[in-house]
Protein backbone atom coordinates (compact mmCIF):
# COMPACT_ATOMS: atom_id res chain seq x y z
CA UNK A 1 0.00 0.00 0.00
CA UNK A 2 1.17 3.42 -0.69
CA UNK A 3 1.44 5.71 2.14
CA UNK A 4 -0.83 8.76 1.38
CA UNK A 5 -0.03 10.64 3.92
CA UNK A 6 -0.36 14.37 3.94
CA UNK A 7 0.63 14.99 7.79
CA UNK A 8 1.44 12.55 10.73
CA UNK A 9 0.14 13.44 14.09
CA UNK A 10 1.13 11.76 17.50
CA UNK A 11 -1.62 9.44 19.32
CA UNK A 12 -2.12 13.26 21.94
CA UNK A 13 -3.15 15.13 19.28
CA UNK A 14 -7.54 14.29 19.55
CA UNK A 15 -6.81 15.05 23.70
CA UNK A 16 -4.38 18.05 22.20
CA UNK A 17 -7.19 19.88 20.71
CA UNK A 18 -9.79 18.93 23.01
CA UNK A 19 -7.63 20.87 26.28
CA UNK A 20 -6.10 23.12 24.15
CA UNK A 21 -6.31 26.76 25.89
CA UNK A 22 -8.20 28.75 23.60
CA UNK A 23 -6.54 31.16 21.51
CA UNK A 24 -9.19 33.12 20.38
CA UNK A 25 -8.58 36.99 20.70
CA UNK A 26 -10.09 39.96 20.29
CA UNK A 27 -11.85 41.28 17.49
CA UNK A 28 -8.94 43.35 16.17
CA UNK A 29 -7.23 39.81 15.78
CA UNK A 30 -10.27 37.05 15.49
CA UNK A 31 -8.32 35.29 12.88
CA UNK A 32 -6.85 31.91 12.83
CA UNK A 33 -3.53 32.91 11.65
CA UNK A 34 -2.82 35.29 14.52
CA UNK A 35 0.43 33.59 15.22
CA UNK A 36 1.50 35.42 18.34
CA UNK A 37 -0.50 32.83 19.64
CA UNK A 38 -1.42 29.27 20.15
CA UNK A 39 0.12 26.25 21.16
CA UNK A 40 2.41 23.60 19.81
CA UNK A 41 2.70 19.84 19.16
CA UNK A 42 5.01 17.72 17.32
CA UNK A 43 4.33 15.99 13.84
CA UNK A 44 5.84 15.03 10.97
CA UNK A 45 4.98 15.70 7.93
CA UNK A 46 4.48 13.88 3.97
CA UNK A 47 8.19 13.85 2.77
CA UNK A 48 9.26 12.45 6.53
CA UNK A 49 10.59 15.67 7.94
CA UNK A 50 10.02 14.27 11.67
CA UNK A 51 11.35 17.94 13.28
CA UNK A 52 8.03 19.53 12.08
CA UNK A 53 5.85 21.34 14.70
CA UNK A 54 2.28 22.35 14.49
CA UNK A 55 1.00 25.33 16.02
CA UNK A 56 -2.92 25.67 16.47
CA UNK A 57 -4.71 28.11 16.88
CA UNK A 58 -9.14 28.77 17.12
CA UNK A 59 -11.32 30.89 16.31
CA UNK A 60 -15.38 30.55 17.48
CA UNK A 61 -16.16 27.70 14.78
CA UNK A 62 -12.10 26.17 13.84
CA UNK A 63 -8.88 25.01 14.81
CA UNK A 64 -6.46 25.72 12.31
CA UNK A 65 -3.49 24.05 12.64
CA UNK A 66 -0.25 25.86 11.15
CA UNK A 67 2.62 23.93 9.74
CA UNK A 68 5.35 24.87 7.53
CA UNK A 69 4.13 26.50 4.33
CA UNK A 70 0.72 25.06 4.48
CA UNK A 71 -2.72 25.61 7.13
CA UNK A 72 -5.21 22.96 8.07
CA UNK A 73 -8.58 23.45 9.13
CA UNK A 74 -10.86 21.29 11.44
CA UNK A 75 -14.43 22.37 12.04
CA UNK A 76 -15.44 22.37 16.12
CA UNK A 77 -17.44 20.02 17.35
CA UNK A 78 -19.69 22.97 18.61
CA UNK A 79 -23.60 23.66 17.99
CA UNK A 80 -24.20 27.58 18.63
CA UNK A 81 -27.63 27.05 17.53
CA UNK A 82 -29.64 28.83 14.91
CA UNK A 83 -29.04 31.28 12.56
CA UNK A 84 -25.82 29.87 12.79
CA UNK A 85 -23.97 26.19 12.74
CA UNK A 86 -24.50 22.72 14.09
CA UNK A 87 -20.91 20.80 13.99
CA UNK A 88 -21.80 17.93 16.36
CA UNK A 89 -21.83 15.35 13.75
CA UNK A 90 -18.86 14.28 11.55
CA UNK A 91 -21.18 14.17 8.30
CA UNK A 92 -21.99 17.60 8.83
CA UNK A 93 -18.53 18.67 9.32
CA UNK A 94 -17.38 16.89 6.15
CA UNK A 95 -20.17 18.75 4.41
CA UNK A 96 -19.05 22.34 5.63
CA UNK A 97 -15.58 21.46 4.93
CA UNK A 98 -16.51 20.92 1.45
CA UNK A 99 -18.69 23.88 1.30
CA UNK A 100 -15.96 26.00 2.24
CA UNK A 101 -13.54 24.41 -0.25
CA UNK A 102 -15.76 24.58 -3.29
CA UNK A 103 -17.06 28.47 -2.31
CA UNK A 104 -13.55 29.60 -1.24
CA UNK A 105 -12.11 28.56 -4.56
CA UNK A 106 -14.82 30.76 -6.48
CA UNK A 107 -13.54 33.77 -4.34
CA UNK A 108 -9.77 33.25 -4.13
CA UNK A 109 -7.73 33.43 -7.27
CA UNK A 110 -4.51 32.08 -6.31
CA UNK A 111 -5.21 28.87 -5.76
CA UNK A 112 -5.32 28.82 -1.94
CA UNK A 113 -7.54 25.72 -1.67
CA UNK A 114 -5.78 22.22 -2.33
CA UNK A 115 -8.76 19.98 -1.04
CA UNK A 116 -10.70 18.32 1.51
CA UNK A 117 -9.42 15.06 3.48
CA UNK A 118 -9.99 12.91 6.17
CA UNK A 119 -8.52 13.27 9.57
CA UNK A 120 -7.65 9.51 10.48
CA UNK A 121 -7.29 7.53 13.65
CA UNK A 122 -4.19 4.77 13.13
CA UNK A 123 -4.11 1.12 14.42
CA UNK A 124 -1.45 2.35 16.80
CA UNK A 125 -3.45 5.15 17.77
CA UNK A 126 -1.51 7.84 15.88
CA UNK A 127 -3.67 10.34 13.59
CA UNK A 128 -2.74 11.41 9.59
CA UNK A 129 -4.30 13.46 7.65
CA UNK A 130 -4.74 11.31 4.19
CA UNK A 131 -5.30 11.76 0.49
CA UNK A 132 -6.97 8.40 0.18
CA UNK A 133 -10.56 8.60 -1.09
CA UNK A 134 -11.34 5.30 0.72
CA UNK A 135 -9.09 5.26 4.27
CA UNK A 136 -11.61 2.85 6.53
CA UNK A 137 -10.19 -0.10 3.81
CA UNK A 138 -6.81 0.67 4.59
CA UNK A 139 -7.44 0.16 8.45
CA UNK A 140 -8.12 3.99 8.76
CA UNK A 141 -10.99 5.42 11.29
CA UNK A 142 -12.13 8.65 10.13
CA UNK A 143 -12.84 10.92 13.24
CA UNK A 144 -12.63 14.60 11.26
CA UNK A 145 -12.30 16.14 8.23
CA UNK A 146 -9.50 19.10 7.34
CA UNK A 147 -9.36 21.73 4.94
CA UNK A 148 -5.68 21.82 3.28
CA UNK A 149 -4.88 25.43 2.65
CA UNK A 150 -1.24 27.33 1.52
CA UNK A 151 -0.58 28.87 4.34
CA UNK A 152 0.32 32.88 3.92
CA UNK A 153 2.48 35.02 5.79
CA UNK A 154 0.73 37.02 8.95
CA UNK A 155 1.75 40.22 7.72
CA UNK A 156 0.73 40.28 4.67
CA UNK A 157 -3.11 39.87 6.06
CA UNK A 158 -4.67 43.41 5.40
CA UNK A 159 -5.66 44.50 8.47
CA UNK A 160 -1.56 43.60 9.54
CA UNK A 161 -0.34 45.78 5.96
CA UNK A 162 -2.93 48.39 6.86
CA UNK A 163 -1.92 49.38 10.45
CA UNK A 164 2.08 49.84 8.70
CA UNK A 165 0.63 51.87 5.72
CA UNK A 166 1.76 49.73 3.20
CA UNK A 167 -1.25 49.53 1.02
CA UNK A 168 -2.10 52.45 -1.95
CA UNK A 169 -5.19 53.07 -3.40
CA UNK A 170 -4.74 51.71 -6.94
CA UNK A 171 -4.40 48.40 -5.13
CA UNK A 172 -7.77 48.72 -2.98
CA UNK A 173 -9.32 50.33 -6.54
CA UNK A 174 -8.13 47.05 -8.82
CA UNK A 175 -9.98 44.94 -5.74
CA UNK A 176 -13.43 47.20 -5.96
CA UNK A 177 -13.16 46.34 -9.66
CA UNK A 178 -12.27 42.44 -9.37
CA UNK A 179 -15.03 42.06 -6.51
CA UNK A 180 -17.80 43.31 -8.61
CA UNK A 181 -16.72 41.14 -11.73
CA UNK A 182 -16.96 38.40 -8.95
CA UNK A 183 -20.08 39.26 -7.55
CA UNK A 184 -21.73 39.46 -10.72
CA UNK A 185 -20.74 35.61 -11.64
CA UNK A 186 -22.41 34.82 -8.02
CA UNK A 187 -25.46 32.60 -8.05
CA UNK A 188 -28.21 34.74 -7.79
CA UNK A 189 -31.11 34.28 -5.27
CA UNK A 190 -34.67 34.98 -6.18
CA UNK A 191 -36.61 34.10 -2.95
CA UNK A 192 -34.34 35.00 0.65
CA UNK A 193 -35.25 31.96 2.94
CA UNK A 194 -33.51 34.54 5.76
CA UNK A 195 -35.58 33.45 9.34
CA UNK A 196 -38.54 35.81 9.34
CA UNK A 197 -38.99 37.31 12.97
CA UNK A 198 -40.13 40.71 12.80
CA UNK A 199 -42.31 41.88 15.49
CA UNK A 200 -45.65 44.00 14.73
CA UNK A 201 -44.49 47.35 17.12
CA UNK A 202 -40.69 46.76 15.33
CA UNK A 203 -42.11 46.66 11.41
CA UNK A 204 -44.88 47.62 9.62
CA UNK A 205 -43.36 45.84 6.64
CA UNK A 206 -44.40 42.36 5.74
CA UNK A 207 -43.18 39.53 7.59
CA UNK A 208 -42.56 37.57 4.02
CA UNK A 209 -40.62 40.54 2.56
CA UNK A 210 -36.72 40.75 2.12
CA UNK A 211 -36.72 43.67 4.17
CA UNK A 212 -38.14 42.00 6.81
CA UNK A 213 -36.00 39.43 6.65
CA UNK A 214 -33.00 41.86 6.82
CA UNK A 215 -34.90 43.59 10.09
CA UNK A 216 -35.24 40.35 11.45
CA UNK A 217 -31.38 39.97 11.56
CA UNK A 218 -30.64 43.80 12.57
CA UNK A 219 -32.90 43.43 15.54
CA UNK A 220 -31.61 40.01 16.69
CA UNK A 221 -28.13 41.33 16.83
CA UNK A 222 -29.70 44.47 18.34
CA UNK A 223 -31.33 42.60 20.65
CA UNK A 224 -28.26 40.65 21.75
CA UNK A 225 -25.99 43.71 21.88
CA UNK A 226 -28.45 45.00 24.70
CA UNK A 227 -28.39 42.12 26.50
CA UNK A 228 -24.59 42.20 27.33
CA UNK A 229 -23.70 43.76 30.15
CA UNK A 230 -21.58 45.93 29.04
CA UNK A 231 -24.07 47.46 26.63
CA UNK A 232 -26.09 48.78 29.38
CA UNK A 233 -24.36 51.95 29.75
CA UNK A 234 -25.12 52.60 25.83
CA UNK A 235 -29.03 51.59 25.82
CA UNK A 236 -29.98 55.38 24.97
CA UNK A 237 -27.52 55.13 22.51
CA UNK A 238 -28.20 52.24 20.59
CA UNK A 239 -32.02 52.74 21.09
CA UNK A 240 -31.11 55.84 19.09
CA UNK A 241 -29.54 53.43 16.20
CA UNK A 242 -32.39 50.81 16.13
CA UNK A 243 -34.78 54.37 15.83
CA UNK A 244 -32.41 55.23 12.62
CA UNK A 245 -32.26 51.70 11.19
CA UNK A 246 -35.45 51.47 11.73
CA UNK A 247 -36.50 54.13 9.67
CA UNK A 248 -33.80 54.28 6.78
CA UNK A 249 -34.95 50.24 5.98
CA UNK A 250 -38.72 51.42 6.13
CA UNK A 251 -37.35 54.46 3.79
CA UNK A 252 -35.66 52.37 1.40
CA UNK A 253 -38.10 49.23 1.48
CA UNK A 254 -39.42 49.73 -2.09
CA UNK A 255 -35.92 49.73 -3.37
CA UNK A 256 -34.93 46.66 -1.42
CA UNK A 257 -37.26 44.80 -2.96
CA UNK A 258 -36.65 45.73 -6.29
CA UNK A 259 -32.94 45.17 -5.94
CA UNK A 260 -34.01 41.30 -5.21
CA UNK A 261 -36.54 40.84 -7.88
CA UNK A 262 -33.95 41.91 -9.84
CA UNK A 263 -30.97 39.52 -9.20
CA UNK A 264 -28.76 41.85 -6.73
CA UNK A 265 -29.64 39.57 -3.80
CA UNK A 266 -26.33 36.97 -4.54
CA UNK A 267 -24.68 33.97 -2.75
CA UNK A 268 -21.30 35.99 -1.46
CA UNK A 269 -18.39 36.02 0.39
CA UNK A 270 -20.43 37.66 2.95
CA UNK A 271 -17.62 38.34 5.52
CA UNK A 272 -15.21 40.77 3.84
CA UNK A 273 -13.15 42.56 6.41
CA UNK A 274 -9.77 43.07 6.49
CA UNK A 275 -9.18 40.39 8.51
CA UNK A 276 -10.40 37.82 5.70
CA UNK A 277 -8.16 39.58 3.19
CA UNK A 278 -4.24 39.74 2.23
CA UNK A 279 -1.82 40.56 -0.23
CA UNK A 280 -0.03 38.12 -2.34
CA UNK A 281 1.55 39.28 -5.93
CA UNK A 282 1.04 43.17 -5.28
CA UNK A 283 -3.00 41.67 -5.22
CA UNK A 284 -5.61 41.52 -2.53
CA UNK A 285 -6.98 38.28 -1.78
CA UNK A 286 -9.86 37.01 -0.24
CA UNK A 287 -10.39 33.66 1.97
CA UNK A 288 -12.59 32.28 4.73
CA UNK A 289 -15.54 33.43 3.37
CA UNK A 290 -18.87 32.93 5.35
CA UNK A 291 -20.11 29.25 4.57
CA UNK A 292 -21.80 27.42 7.59
CA UNK A 293 -25.35 29.54 6.62
CA UNK A 294 -26.58 29.72 3.50
CA UNK A 295 -29.27 32.62 4.80
CA UNK A 296 -26.48 34.87 5.99
CA UNK A 297 -24.30 34.36 2.95
CA UNK A 298 -27.53 35.28 0.46
CA UNK A 299 -26.91 39.01 0.56
CA UNK A 300 -27.35 42.34 -1.27
CA UNK A 301 -23.90 42.70 -3.09
CA UNK A 302 -23.63 46.15 -1.66
CA UNK A 303 -23.81 44.44 1.87
CA UNK A 304 -21.57 42.42 0.84
CA UNK A 305 -19.12 45.79 0.10
CA UNK A 306 -19.95 47.89 2.98
CA UNK A 307 -18.54 45.63 5.67
CA UNK A 308 -15.14 45.84 4.07
CA UNK A 309 -16.06 49.45 3.64
CA UNK A 310 -16.98 50.08 7.17
CA UNK A 311 -13.65 48.41 8.24
CA UNK A 312 -11.67 50.36 6.20
CA UNK A 313 -13.14 53.75 8.25
CA UNK A 314 -12.53 51.89 11.39
CA UNK A 315 -9.31 51.37 10.49
CA UNK A 316 -8.81 55.11 9.86
CA UNK A 317 -8.70 54.52 6.27
CA UNK A 318 -11.53 56.46 4.94
CA UNK A 319 -9.80 57.00 2.00
CA UNK A 320 -8.98 53.86 1.10
CA UNK A 321 -12.72 53.17 1.67
CA UNK A 322 -14.02 55.56 -0.51
CA UNK A 323 -11.75 54.41 -3.41
CA UNK A 324 -13.03 50.83 -2.87
CA UNK A 325 -16.92 52.56 -3.16
CA UNK A 326 -15.70 54.43 -6.07
CA UNK A 327 -13.66 51.27 -7.88
CA UNK A 328 -16.78 49.27 -7.99
CA UNK A 329 -19.20 51.54 -8.88
CA UNK A 330 -17.39 52.42 -11.62
CA UNK A 331 -17.68 48.68 -12.66
CA UNK A 332 -21.11 48.33 -11.66
CA UNK A 333 -22.86 51.16 -12.59
CA UNK A 334 -25.30 50.09 -9.60
CA UNK A 335 -25.77 53.36 -8.16
CA UNK A 336 -29.20 52.56 -6.95
CA UNK A 337 -26.93 51.00 -4.14
CA UNK A 338 -25.30 53.75 -2.65
CA UNK A 339 -28.62 54.61 -0.81
CA UNK A 340 -28.15 51.39 1.07
CA UNK A 341 -24.34 51.86 1.75
CA UNK A 342 -24.53 53.76 5.16
CA UNK A 343 -27.37 51.35 6.08
CA UNK A 344 -25.30 48.21 5.59
CA UNK A 345 -22.52 50.02 7.07
CA UNK A 346 -23.69 50.32 10.57
CA UNK A 347 -25.38 47.07 10.41
CA UNK A 348 -21.57 45.33 10.00
CA UNK A 349 -20.77 47.44 12.76
CA UNK A 350 -23.04 46.54 15.35
CA UNK A 351 -22.82 42.88 14.28
CA UNK A 352 -18.71 43.94 15.43
CA UNK A 353 -19.58 45.69 18.40
CA UNK A 354 -21.87 42.77 19.46
CA UNK A 355 -18.81 40.65 19.41
CA UNK A 356 -16.76 42.68 21.06
CA UNK A 357 -19.08 42.93 23.84
CA UNK A 358 -19.72 39.48 24.04
CA UNK A 359 -16.16 38.86 24.56
CA UNK A 360 -16.03 41.26 27.74
CA UNK A 361 -13.62 43.64 29.02
CA UNK A 362 -10.67 42.58 27.44
CA UNK A 363 -12.53 43.88 24.04
CA UNK A 364 -13.71 47.37 25.11
CA UNK A 365 -11.93 49.25 22.97
CA UNK A 366 -13.28 47.68 19.96
CA UNK A 367 -17.01 47.84 21.56
CA UNK A 368 -16.52 51.26 21.77
CA UNK A 369 -14.78 52.28 18.63
CA UNK A 370 -17.45 50.47 16.76
CA UNK A 371 -20.54 52.08 18.92
CA UNK A 372 -18.63 55.82 18.16
CA UNK A 373 -18.46 54.56 13.90
CA UNK A 374 -22.19 53.60 14.12
CA UNK A 375 -22.64 57.23 16.05
CA UNK A 376 -20.65 59.20 13.43
CA UNK A 377 -22.68 56.90 10.42
CA UNK A 378 -26.10 58.07 11.71
CA UNK A 379 -25.17 61.40 12.07
CA UNK A 380 -24.95 62.40 8.79
CA UNK A 381 -27.43 64.90 7.77
CA UNK A 382 -26.98 65.50 4.04
CA UNK A 383 -25.61 64.29 0.98
CA UNK A 384 -23.62 66.99 -1.55
CA UNK A 385 -23.78 67.10 -5.28
CA UNK A 386 -20.20 68.67 -6.65
CA UNK A 387 -20.95 68.95 -10.53
CA UNK A 388 -17.51 69.43 -12.57
CA UNK A 389 -17.72 72.00 -15.68
CA UNK A 390 -15.76 72.07 -18.78
CA UNK A 391 -14.38 71.25 -22.02
CA UNK A 392 -12.81 68.11 -23.04
CA UNK A 393 -9.29 68.21 -22.19
CA UNK A 394 -10.31 70.62 -19.77
CA UNK A 395 -8.72 67.97 -16.60
CA UNK A 396 -12.77 67.77 -15.27
CA UNK A 397 -12.00 63.83 -14.39
CA UNK A 398 -8.52 64.56 -13.15
CA UNK A 399 -10.13 66.70 -10.69
CA UNK A 400 -13.15 64.77 -10.22
CA UNK A 401 -11.28 62.16 -8.29
CA UNK A 402 -8.88 64.13 -6.73
CA UNK A 403 -11.66 65.96 -5.00
CA UNK A 404 -13.45 62.38 -4.24
CA UNK A 405 -10.06 61.02 -2.17
CA UNK A 406 -9.91 64.51 -0.59
CA UNK A 407 -13.52 64.96 0.65
CA UNK A 408 -14.75 61.73 0.77
CA UNK A 409 -18.03 60.61 -1.45
CA UNK A 410 -18.36 58.69 -5.03
CA UNK A 411 -17.93 60.42 -8.54
CA UNK A 412 -20.26 59.31 -11.81
CA UNK A 413 -18.67 59.95 -14.78
CA UNK A 414 -20.69 60.42 -17.93
CA UNK A 415 -18.19 58.81 -20.69
CA UNK A 416 -18.26 55.52 -18.56
CA UNK A 417 -22.37 55.46 -18.20
CA UNK A 418 -22.76 56.73 -21.47
CA UNK A 419 -21.19 53.37 -23.01
CA UNK A 420 -22.82 51.35 -20.41
CA UNK A 421 -26.31 52.64 -21.47
CA UNK A 422 -25.50 52.17 -25.15
CA UNK A 423 -24.22 48.54 -24.81
CA UNK A 424 -27.13 47.46 -22.79
CA UNK A 425 -29.19 49.10 -25.11
CA UNK A 426 -27.22 47.02 -28.21
CA UNK A 427 -27.64 44.03 -25.69
CA UNK A 428 -31.78 44.39 -25.42
CA UNK A 429 -32.13 44.93 -28.99
CA UNK A 430 -29.88 41.75 -29.52
CA UNK A 431 -31.62 39.21 -27.66
CA UNK A 432 -35.31 40.42 -29.12
CA UNK A 433 -33.85 40.20 -33.07
CA UNK A 434 -34.39 36.84 -34.63
CA UNK A 435 -31.39 37.22 -36.87
CA UNK A 436 -28.86 34.61 -37.78
CA UNK A 437 -25.55 35.01 -35.72
CA UNK A 438 -23.32 36.63 -38.47
CA UNK A 439 -25.60 39.02 -39.17
CA UNK A 440 -25.72 40.17 -35.00
CA UNK A 441 -22.04 39.83 -34.98
CA UNK A 442 -21.87 42.26 -37.78
CA UNK A 443 -23.30 44.96 -34.96
CA UNK A 444 -20.51 45.17 -32.55
CA UNK A 445 -20.50 48.26 -30.87
CA UNK A 446 -16.77 48.49 -31.48
CA UNK A 447 -17.65 48.92 -34.87
CA UNK A 448 -21.04 50.59 -35.17
CA UNK A 449 -20.73 53.03 -31.99
CA UNK A 450 -19.91 56.42 -33.64
CA UNK A 451 -22.72 59.35 -33.22
CA UNK A 452 -24.66 61.08 -35.62
CA UNK A 453 -26.03 63.93 -34.32
CA UNK A 454 -24.92 66.67 -32.46
CA UNK A 455 -25.66 66.73 -28.81
CA UNK A 456 -24.76 69.60 -26.61
CA UNK A 457 -21.03 67.94 -25.79
CA UNK A 458 -20.39 68.98 -29.09
CA UNK A 459 -20.56 65.65 -31.13
CA UNK A 460 -21.41 65.07 -34.46
CA UNK A 461 -21.55 61.79 -36.99
CA UNK A 462 -23.82 60.75 -40.02
CA UNK A 463 -23.35 57.04 -38.39
CA UNK A 464 -26.09 54.95 -36.71
CA UNK A 465 -25.54 51.44 -35.31
CA UNK A 466 -27.90 48.96 -36.94
CA UNK A 467 -28.71 45.65 -35.41
CA UNK A 468 -30.76 43.66 -37.71
CA UNK A 469 -33.04 45.79 -39.37
CA UNK A 470 -33.48 48.13 -36.75
CA UNK A 471 -31.38 51.71 -36.68
CA UNK A 472 -30.49 53.08 -33.35
CA UNK A 473 -29.46 56.15 -32.43
CA UNK A 474 -25.40 57.41 -32.16
CA UNK A 475 -23.65 56.86 -29.07
CA UNK A 476 -23.97 60.59 -28.50
CA UNK A 477 -27.34 61.84 -29.89
CA UNK A 478 -29.26 63.72 -28.71
CA UNK A 479 -31.08 60.49 -27.45
CA UNK A 480 -28.43 59.18 -25.69
CA UNK A 481 -27.04 62.13 -24.66
CA UNK A 482 -30.46 62.60 -22.19
CA UNK A 483 -30.41 59.09 -21.19
CA UNK A 484 -27.01 59.39 -19.83
CA UNK A 485 -27.76 62.35 -17.98
CA UNK A 486 -30.95 61.03 -16.71
CA UNK A 487 -28.38 58.46 -15.55
CA UNK A 488 -26.32 61.17 -13.29
CA UNK A 489 -29.67 62.84 -12.05
CA UNK A 490 -30.88 59.27 -10.67
CA UNK A 491 -27.47 58.75 -9.46
CA UNK A 492 -27.93 61.95 -7.68
CA UNK A 493 -31.00 60.98 -6.01
CA UNK A 494 -29.89 58.02 -4.43
CA UNK A 495 -26.53 59.30 -2.95
CA UNK A 496 -28.74 62.30 -1.50
CA UNK A 497 -31.23 59.67 0.18
CA UNK A 498 -28.06 57.84 1.55
CA UNK A 499 -26.44 61.20 2.53
CA UNK A 500 -23.52 60.67 0.80
CA UNK A 501 -21.08 63.64 -1.48
CA UNK A 502 -21.12 62.73 -5.32
CA UNK A 503 -19.12 64.05 -7.77
CA UNK A 504 -21.09 64.40 -11.24
CA UNK A 505 -18.10 64.18 -13.98
CA UNK A 506 -19.82 65.24 -17.27
CA UNK A 507 -18.95 68.61 -19.59
CA UNK A 508 -22.39 70.24 -18.14
CA UNK A 509 -22.09 72.66 -20.89
CA UNK A 510 -25.34 73.51 -21.35
CA UNK A 511 -27.33 75.64 -19.30
CA UNK A 512 -30.47 73.06 -19.24
CA UNK A 513 -28.63 70.39 -17.56
CA UNK A 514 -26.86 72.14 -15.01
CA UNK A 515 -30.76 73.73 -14.38
CA UNK A 516 -32.04 70.46 -14.11
CA UNK A 517 -29.19 69.19 -12.28
CA UNK A 518 -30.26 71.96 -9.32
CA UNK A 519 -33.72 70.93 -10.00
CA UNK A 520 -33.20 67.59 -8.69
CA UNK A 521 -32.05 68.76 -5.43
CA UNK A 522 -34.23 71.32 -5.08
CA UNK A 523 -37.18 68.93 -5.84
CA UNK A 524 -35.82 66.31 -3.09
CA UNK A 525 -36.01 69.02 -0.59
CA UNK A 526 -39.56 69.67 -1.68
CA UNK A 527 -40.35 66.11 -0.66
CA UNK A 528 -38.46 66.02 2.21
CA UNK A 529 -40.45 68.56 3.65
CA UNK A 530 -43.58 66.92 2.59
CA UNK A 531 -42.51 63.54 4.40
CA UNK A 532 -43.27 64.08 7.71
CA UNK A 533 -43.04 60.60 8.83
CA UNK A 534 -38.65 60.24 7.64
CA UNK A 535 -38.08 64.18 7.73
CA UNK A 536 -34.50 65.37 6.63
CA UNK A 537 -32.35 68.17 6.94
CA UNK A 538 -32.01 70.24 3.82
CA UNK A 539 -29.63 69.19 1.05
CA UNK A 540 -27.77 71.88 -0.16
CA UNK A 541 -27.61 73.15 -4.14
CA UNK A 542 -24.91 71.59 -6.20
CA UNK A 543 -21.63 73.31 -6.43
CA UNK A 544 -20.19 73.78 -9.71
CA UNK A 545 -16.26 73.32 -10.26
CA UNK A 546 -15.37 74.81 -13.66
CA UNK A 547 -12.31 73.38 -14.44
CA UNK A 548 -10.17 76.00 -17.73
CA UNK A 549 -7.41 75.36 -19.43
CA UNK A 550 -5.62 77.14 -22.45
CA UNK A 551 -6.55 75.80 -25.91
CA UNK A 552 -3.32 74.96 -26.70
CA UNK A 553 -3.09 72.31 -23.51
CA UNK A 554 -6.40 70.96 -23.94
CA UNK A 555 -5.16 69.93 -27.79
CA UNK A 556 -2.25 68.17 -26.41
CA UNK A 557 -4.42 66.17 -23.40
CA UNK A 558 -6.78 64.94 -25.79
CA UNK A 559 -4.00 63.60 -28.22
CA UNK A 560 -1.94 62.03 -25.33
CA UNK A 561 -5.37 60.32 -24.12
CA UNK A 562 -6.25 59.20 -27.20
CA UNK A 563 -2.58 57.81 -27.88
CA UNK A 564 -3.01 55.68 -24.75
CA UNK A 565 -5.82 54.82 -25.71
CA UNK A 566 -7.16 53.73 -21.99
CA UNK A 567 -9.61 56.61 -21.62
CA UNK A 568 -13.20 55.95 -21.55
CA UNK A 569 -13.87 59.72 -23.14
CA UNK A 570 -14.12 59.72 -26.49
CA UNK A 571 -14.13 63.23 -27.39
CA UNK A 572 -11.62 64.06 -29.78
CA UNK A 573 -10.23 67.84 -31.94
CA UNK A 574 -12.80 67.81 -33.38
CA UNK A 575 -15.48 67.87 -30.34
CA UNK A 576 -13.06 70.24 -28.70
CA UNK A 577 -14.03 72.95 -31.91
CA UNK A 578 -18.09 72.15 -31.48
CA UNK A 579 -18.08 72.90 -27.56
CA UNK A 580 -19.19 76.12 -26.07
CA UNK A 581 -19.77 77.01 -22.57
CA UNK A 582 -23.22 78.54 -21.72
CA UNK A 583 -23.18 81.15 -19.33
CA UNK A 584 -23.71 80.78 -15.37
CA UNK A 585 -27.16 81.43 -14.29
CA UNK A 586 -26.75 83.99 -11.61
CA UNK A 587 -28.32 81.47 -8.58
CA UNK A 588 -24.97 79.50 -9.65
CA UNK A 589 -22.36 78.40 -7.04
CA UNK A 590 -19.37 78.40 -8.54
CA UNK A 591 -15.40 77.09 -7.89
CA UNK A 592 -12.94 77.84 -10.73
CA UNK A 593 -9.81 75.38 -11.30
CA UNK A 594 -7.31 77.10 -13.85
CA UNK A 595 -5.90 73.17 -14.58
CA UNK A 596 -2.90 74.08 -16.41
CA UNK A 597 -0.75 75.81 -13.86
CA UNK A 598 2.71 74.11 -12.66
CA UNK A 599 2.61 70.92 -11.03
CA UNK A 600 4.15 71.99 -7.65
CA UNK A 601 0.58 74.04 -7.05
CA UNK A 602 -1.87 71.52 -7.72
CA UNK A 603 -1.67 70.69 -3.74
CA UNK A 604 -2.25 73.79 -2.73
CA UNK A 605 -5.28 74.13 -5.58
CA UNK A 606 -6.51 71.11 -3.95
CA UNK A 607 -6.65 71.70 -0.75
CA UNK A 608 -8.55 75.48 -1.29
CA UNK A 609 -10.91 73.92 -3.43
CA UNK A 610 -11.83 71.41 -0.88
CA UNK A 611 -12.12 73.67 2.09
CA UNK A 612 -14.52 76.20 -0.54
CA UNK A 613 -16.21 72.91 -1.06
CA UNK A 614 -16.44 72.04 2.76
CA UNK A 615 -17.77 74.92 3.41
CA UNK A 616 -20.19 75.04 0.72
CA UNK A 617 -21.66 71.96 1.28
CA UNK A 618 -21.28 71.23 4.77
CA UNK A 619 -18.86 68.35 4.48
CA UNK A 620 -17.54 66.95 7.50
CA UNK A 621 -13.59 66.96 7.02
Not at 558 to 582: H, N
Amino acid sequence: MVDESILHLPSTFADFLSSSPSTVVSTEKDHKDDESGGACIPASSEDGDKSVAIKVVQTHLSYVCLVNEHAFKLKKSVNLGPPFTDQTRLNERERLCKGELIKNREWNTNDMYLGVFPVCRCKDGSYKIVKTSSPESDGLQVIDWAIWMKRFPCESRLDKVLSREAIDTDMISEFGHRLARLQRRAQRVHVNSMRRRVEEEKSSLSSSSPVADMVAVIYENLDQLLATEMAQKDRDKIETIREWLKSRLSESAELIRSREATGMVRELHADLHSGNLFIANCRIEMFDCLEFNEDLAQIDVVNDLAFLYMDLIYRKHESLAWALVDAWLQETGDFDAVQLLTVFAVYRALVRCKIAALQGERCQCDYLGYLDLCARFIQRKTGAVIAMVGKSGSGKSYWARKLVSSLGGIRIRSDVERKRLYQTMLDDRRRNDQRDEDESKSSSLEEKQQPFEEGDDGFKSKKRAKIGNDELPGLYSAEITTATYDKLNEAVKHALVGRVTIVVDATFLSHRRRHDLVEVVRDMNRSNRQNQAHPVSEHPLPVFVHCTASEEVMKSRILAREQEGKDSSDADLRVLQGQQLDPFAEEDFVIAIQTDGPEEEKDSILHEVSTKLRRALFIEG
